[in-house]
């Protein structure tokens, strides 16, 4: 077989047409790479320009404060999900969720979801990194390098010499094929290869990428020697393998999430927040105990500071923040449990096209996927029930204000 | 010793038409056997059934007396296949296309031994590094039957292998054929040409219709006469 390879490899060097779209291959991958690593970097510029900022302005908005509300009112708290250490090959979620936002002790659900996408349009059309390429883009390199490995013998009238010469079938166009693949494997995994060394990407995660890659391009040379075997004219194969291309790319996947989003409806982030402004705006017309009430409900330990005797207070109003919260807490459920169901079933929808299993392989790998982004925001959560948790016992019993305990309060742990 | 090749009772249809209709025969080594018909009378799907290319519906093919369908590799492995305008490739140089061929056949050549066989077809040298692009059909003619000798197999297959030559190299190309006879290899050639048939073999045989309707052997050293051969072509042809 090693005779057969090296035979193959010296007659791929003189094809000049092989040669282009490798090449074409190689240098895509180049510019997708770069892209992730560039957009990567940005992103952790901003965490880090970020995070120097968050102390200073918080430093800022607490000096000269004098109770625990105003304190809690004012004072902001970055959070952020940092890009994983292989996020630059699959940015995924990351374009279409918010994976940084600034919250306070206000009504959480409404801040989460009225945070702007960095790059909403890339949600929409889909970003040109290295998932995408070797998902949607090396299936098409791969045809394009394979779909008239026969068919051009035929129409030269060679290939009965070829394979008689060759004595068998196999001992041409499998190592033809194979030379062809492993060089577009190569070519396209080498800018990753050198992307994961200088971002330090785990060898485990790059090996685990390199198998996907490696698979999705398996399951098309498989389509496409399916197809080769039609004793057909080269451009009737490429016809027909770009059809096969444009059903199991775009067309299953697009029909799979057409379903996925009809079984499963998704309430508006909008309309959590909508729902949540509604409920805290109303909560000043209201009786004050029509807060109190749902409220003590979830903080029984402060049942014996829940009488309200002004007009104002801040504990009421920070009480009505909270019953926001709560009011909304069922469509946020549903919210996150409809994306984790679209997920799933997503995961199922991918086996039927190797476009979308790749593609979400790489997201899985690279924590840009949904369940990353859900548990960003239920790391969001923790956090700001731990500054609940920090500022109540201080806020209810209306405790002397005493700048020395801020050094308590929580830091955010972005989820590893 | 077995005999190189031979076609027992051989029918052979294709989409439901008869192609080749119970046609025998033995070619022996050395033997040179021109087989001669018109277009569509079955020679080259003869041919094509002793590479195993196409399977027999009756009868049987026979390499070195093994049925090719019980082995198509090795049958393959003991002839050199020269198709019709042999098309080698255009992007290479007659070396390169040589070293390719043979590194196929599992027989890697060296330079001498390819320039040696390309001396023997009369390539000029200047040509041997041009890609075959710029050849004509001659000189990648010349080039197939390079790799037919360096293959050095017992069994040659020739089909209409002087198809668009000029009549220079035709002679140049009978005269090659003849050598490698008289060195022993078994040669079957599928022609339409009855004066080039009657030049070099053996033994001619008339195929019409898928049927072997004749069959002239050149008797005490003389060469089979080509005015009865035409004559029994032509009469079978406008029968």
Redesign the interface.
């Known amino acids: 077989m090693f005779r057969h390879m090296t035979r193959e490899i010296r007659f791929l060097a003189k094809d000049r047409g092989a040669l282009f779209w490798l090449l074409l291959a190689f240098t895509l991958s180049v510019i997708a790479v770069s892209f992730g690593v560039t957009e990567v970097r940005e992103q952790r510029e901003t965490i880090a320009a970020l995070i120097k900022e968050d102390a200073s302005d918080r430093a800022n908005a607490l000096k000269g404060q004098e109770e625990w509300g105003s304190a809690a009112y004012y004072a902001f708290h970055f959070t952020y999900a940092p890009p994983s250490d292989f996020a630059f090959a699959a940015m995924g979620q990351r374009d279409s969720s918010p994976w940084k936002h600034r919250i306070r002790m206000l009504a959480l659900e409404g801040q989460i979801h009225e945070a702007d996408t960095r790059n909403a349009n890339f949600g929409l059309v889909g970003r040109f990194d290295f998932a995408f390429l070797i998902a949607s883009v090396a299936p098409l390199l791969l045809i394009l390098l394979l779909y008239d490995l026969r068919a051009a013998e035929r129409t030269s009238r060679r290939h009965d010499l070829l394979v008689a010469t060759a004595g068998y079938s196999l001992a041409i166009w499998f190592p033809r094929a194979f030379v062809r693949i492993a060089a577009l494997t190569i070519l396209l995994l080498l800018p990753l290869w050198s992307a994961a060394l200088i971002e330090g990407t785990s060898l485990t995660i790059t090996l685990q990428a390199s198998g996907i890659a490696m698979a999705a391009l398996l399951i098309w040379w498989i389509i496409v020697e399916w197809v080769n075997r039609i004793d057909a004219s080269p451009s009737i194969l490429l016809t027909s393998l770009i059809g096969l291309w444009l059903a199991l790319a775009i067309i299953v996947p697009a029909i799979s999430k057409a379903v996925i989003e009809t079984n499963n409806p998704v309430p508006d982030g909008g309309e959590i927040l909508l729902l949540q402004r509604e409920t805290v705006n109303g909560a000043w017309d209201l009786p004050k105990d029509a807060t109190m009430k749902p409220f003590i409900a979830q903080h029984p330990e402060l049942r014996d500071y829940a009488k309200i005797d002004g007009p104002w207070a801040w504990k009421w109003y920070y009480a009505f923040q909270q019953v926001g919260d709560q009011k909304v807490a069922p469509l946020a459920q549903q919210y996150r449990k409809a994306r984790l169901e679209r997920d799933r079933q997503a995961d199922l929808a991918a086996f039927l096209s190797p476009t979308s299993f790749a593609e979400r392989a790489f997201e899985k790998l690279a924590g840009t996927d949904t369940r990353a982004m859900i548990v960003y925001e239920d790391a969001v959560r923790g956090f700001h029930s731990e500054l609940r948790a920090f500022y109540y016992p201080l806020m209810f019993p209306e405790a002397q204000y005493n700048p020395a305990l801020l050094n308590n309060l929580p830091n955010y742990v972005p989820p590893s | 010793m077995a005999i190189p090749l031979e076609a027992r009772s051989l029918s052979l249809l294709r989409a439901g038409n008869s192609v080749l209709d119970d046609v025998s025969f033995t070619i022996n080594a050395g033997e040179i056997f021109a087989l001669l018909g018109g277009n569509g009378a079955g020679k080259s799907s003869t041919l094509?059934t002793f590479?195993g290319?196409l399977e027999p519906s009756n009868g049987d093919v026979l390499v070195n007396g093994s049925s090719v369908r019980n082995d198509?590799?090795a049958a393959?492995?003991a002839?050199a296949?020269l198709?019709?305008?042999?098309?080698?490739?255009g992007?290479?140089t007659a070396y390169?296309n040589l070293s390719?061929?043979l590194?196929?056949?599992?027989k890697p050549a060296n330079r001498e031994d390819i320039d040696a066989a390309l001396d023997k077809v009369a390539l000029a040298e200047e040509a041997r590094t041009r890609r075959l692009q710029s050849y004509s059909k001659g000189m990648r003619q010349k080039t197939a039957i390079a790799l037919a000798l360096l293959?050095e197999t017992p069994i040659l297959l020739l089909d209409e292998p002087t198809s668009g030559l000029d009549p220079v190299a035709i002679d140049e190309f009978h005269d090659l054929v003849k050598a490698l006879a008289n060195n022993g290899q078994t040669i079957l050639m599928v022609t339409h040409d009855v004066y080039g048939a009657c030049q070099i073999a053996d033994r001619v045989g008339l195929l019409r219709g898928g049927k072997l309707v004749g069959s002239f052997s050149a008797e005490n050293g003389e060469r089979i006469d080509t005015e009865t051969v035409h004559a029994a072509f032509a009469e079978r042809e406008t029968a």
Not at chain 2, 83 to 89: D, G, M, Q, T
Not at chain 2, 103 to 106: K, Q, T, Y
């Open positions: 094509l590479l290319f198509i590799a393959r492995s002839i296949y198709p019709e305008s042999a098309s080698l490739y992007h290479m390169e390719y061929f590194d196929l056949a599992g293959r």
